[in-house]
């Protein structure tokens, strides 16, 4: 009974795919201006915290843990906090040495979850080798977790339960939402399997729609490094929705790519520019020749990193709403 229904939509999704399939003929995709919509949210987010402090509350407050010298993790984290001052949040950054031991940052997440001061906590990935990522996210309050990343806030997020979602999972459900493409019944694929980035897009694409629940009620395919490449091609040309969180530059070009599908690129790889003899950022796709194939494609940067920032703000007022309750 279940599998003859299960059977039947399926055979619908497919006849609705054959019947409806996009005669794109325009030959660009449109760019999405992730900047652009995330100083919108900004704007909005601004406004928020105005109304918390009007109500006599301080306003919210975010905390990044930044440890070791990590150039790019520096400047992402200065991205976070400029950020936070435009909407009004105040924040600090503690910096710590590489040689940090796992205990030490223990005991500083440990004193911001005791500071009720504090609502949101960042600590910021990737931690030096010594230290076990997941151990110290799990040992940040969950109602703090502005990240996402505690085994309990990951739970309910699985489970469609959560305050706190990641931020990038939701900066990319934002970025799709605001395309208006139908995202029910499509297919989706993400190239990544990473517990912060890939996994958790996949969890929001596949899953329903009912309620508040974020989901996307896509059919939604994980490739991840032992996915042989012409398997990753062949799911790739059947794609709507494309979403890769990989950091090759390049892995996804033009020939893979369905006609009129939507790429969200949440790739960022630092390479050599040649012309100008510095590192700039680039993202997982080939942008100049996937957006003639494209119907909608975020650029790097200004796709989806600004969005990201954005929804660590959106988190930090959530989780002070939750911490003042
Ligand atoms: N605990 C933790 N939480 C994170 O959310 C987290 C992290 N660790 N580690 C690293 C990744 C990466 N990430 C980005 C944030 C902003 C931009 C961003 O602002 N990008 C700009 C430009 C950045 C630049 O100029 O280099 C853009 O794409 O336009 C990118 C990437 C957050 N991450
Ligand atoms: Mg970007």
């Known amino acids: 009974m279940h599998r003859s229904n299960i059977l039947c939509r399926i055979t619908g999704v497919l006849k609705t795919s054959c019947s409806h399939r996009h005669q794109h003929t325009n030959t660009q995709a449109t760019i999405i ?42 400047t992402y984290v200065r991205n976070k906090m400029v950020a936070a001052k ?14 940090t031991s796992q205990d030490k940052l223990l005991e500083e997440v440990n004193k911001l979850n ?19 990522e997941q151990k110290v996210f799990n040992s940040v309050l969950r109602t703090k977790d502005v990240d996402g990343f505690s085994a309990s806030n990951f739970g309910l997020f699985s489970l ?36 912060n980035v890939g996994l958790p897009i996949a969890m929001l694409l596949h899953s329903d729609t009912h309620g508040d629940i974020l989901g996307m009620d896509a059919t939604t395919t994980i490739c991840h490094r032992f996915t042989p490449p ?3 091609t062949h799911y790739l040309q059947n794609a709507d929705i494309v979403v890769s969180a990989v950091g090759i530059p390049n892995l ?15 790739g960022i790889s ?22 003639k194939v494209a119907s909608f494609i975020t ?12 929804m660590l703000m959106k988190n930090t007022i959530i989780a002070s709403r939750l911490n003042s309750s």
């Open 160 to 195: 469609n339960m959560c305050a706190l979602a990641p931020a990038t999972p939701l900066a990319v459900h934002e970025l799709i939402l605001r395309t208006g493409i139908e995202t029910k019944g499509k297919n989706a694929v993400v190239c990544g399997r990473s517990k």
């Open 33 to 74: 201006d992730g900047k652009k919509i995330a100083n919108e949210i900004l704007k909005n987010l601004k406004a928020e915290v105005e109304d918390i402090v009007k109500a006599g509350k301080r306003a919210p407050c975010l905390t990044a843990i930044l440890v070791g010298d990590n150039a790019a993790s520096a």
């Open 299 to 310: 650029p790097v940067p200004g796709g989806v990193g600004p969005m990201t920032v954005v």
């Open 86 to 99: 435009k909407v009004g949040i105040s924040s600090d950054t503690i910096r710590l040495p590489t040689e």
């Open 114 to 132: 005791n500071d009720e001061k504090v609502d949101g906590i960042i600590v910021q990935l990737p931690l030096p080798k010594h230290i076990d």
């Open 252 to 266: 996804i070009q033009a020939h893979m790519v369905k006609k009129g599908a939507c790429i969200i690129d949440v």
């Open 230 to 232: 012409d398997q990753l």
């Open 270 to 291: 630092h390479v050599k520019d040649p012309s100008a003899n510095q590192f700039k950022l680039v993202g997982d796709v080939d942008f100049e020749n996937v957006s």
